[in-house]
């Protein structure tokens, strides 16, 4: 059995109100992310994420492509946030990730996204609230999820980011979040500086997964199959084997757990700069797939989850075209 989403239970000792505020502190000089920019980010967004002192919500919906434990059956309730500690030329969600025109019209309060919340779990039903690149918005969702708790929050907490994420910054979420959902997008330094502007995103990410696992665990779901608790590691596998996904995959089997949930991704189209990049300008061929595919076999990476080579077709966002990007 499960027990109830733990911050809850920090709510009311107070705990949550202490971590919330030292996570506000930290924007005056802001080290949230391993960029360390150290700009006041309640003046300025002029530091690498382009974000000021209030979140950007893009987009929230219930949203029924995530992985199928976290999708259920009345969806994942999936709020998108605009700007990103990273710059990927191959990025899927660029047109909000790296090109907000005017992003103060996407500035939402904490109140603002405490409302979403609760109508994502009490008018759609969502199974949990899924928050996409949360990493330099920590601070303002945390304190949305303090003002959302005693409006009747009660399901899990999704911390879906891309990884570059810092060790100081994940032990103060420690038991907030019931759901770590990271990406591991490179073995290589090279690659990472190169197509993700990223200094040191291999180490970074990799200890940034240890302490998801540290906190949460192998991943946990209820009798319908719906994630409660744990880790999920998402792996992007890219063309040209530029993701070192092999590589990857025997870090988690020795660093992590063969019993670890791994969500390998086939799903890459050459998006936002990447047609105009050789190595990344087509889709995955069915070769580099199945070499991944035989090395979580041969590893026993056997609770992981995959798609098919044709996904490539189907996960793709449209913004700024209706309500939901997804339909």
Request: aromatic share 10%; glycine share 6%; net charge positive.
């Amino acid at each position: 059995m499960v027990q109830s989403c733990s911050y809850l239970s920090l709510y009311v000792s107070g705990e949550l109100k202490k971590r919330l505020q030292r996570l506000k502190n930290r924007l005056s000089q802001c080290d949230l992310c391993p960029r360390l920019c150290r700009v006041n980010r309640n003046e300025t967004n002029q530091g690498y994420c382009r974000s000021g002192h209030r979140a950007y919500i893009c987009s929230y919906c219930d949203h029924h492509g995530e992985e199928p434990p976290l999708s259920g059956t009345n969806g994942s309730g999936t709020i998108f946030f605009g700007n990103c500690n990273l710059r990927c030329v191959f990025c899927q969600n660029a047109d909000i990730s790296q090109k907000l025109i005017h992003p103060e019209q996407y500035a939402c309060s904490a109140q603002e996204i405490a409302r979403i919340m609760i109508y994502l779990q009490n008018v759609k039903k969502c199974h949990n609230i899924n928050f996409v690149s949360p990493t330099h918005f920590v601070a303002q969702i945390v304190e949305a999820i303090y003002f959302a708790t005693p409006l009747g929050l009660k399901i899990p907490l999704v911390y879906n980011s891309n990884g570059y994420d810092s060790l100081n910054t994940l032990r103060e979420l420690d038991g907030i979040f019931d759901i770590y959902l990271p990406d591991l997008k490179y073995a290589d330094e090279c690659y990472a500086r190169k197509y993700s502007a990223a200094k040191n995103y291999t180490p970074n990410a990799r200890a940034a997964v240890k302490e998801m696992y540290r906190q949460v665990g192998l991943l946990q779901v209820n009798t319908q199959g719906v994630a409660q608790k744990g880790l999920i590691i998402r792996h992007l596998v890219l063309p040209n084997r530029l993701a070192g996904s092999v590589s990857s995959l025997h870090w988690i089997a020795r660093e992590i757990s063969p019993k670890v949930t791994i969500s390998l991704m086939a799903q890459y189209y050459p998006a936002n700069h990447a047609d105009k990049i050789a190595l990344l300008a087509r889709t995955l061929k069915i070769g580099e797939y199945e070499e991944v595919l035989r090395t979580m076999e041969e590893l026993h990476l056997d609770n992981s989850l995959y798609q098919e080579l044709n996904a490539a077709l189907f996960y793709r966002p449209h913004f700024w075209e209706g309500d939901h990007p997804f339909d």
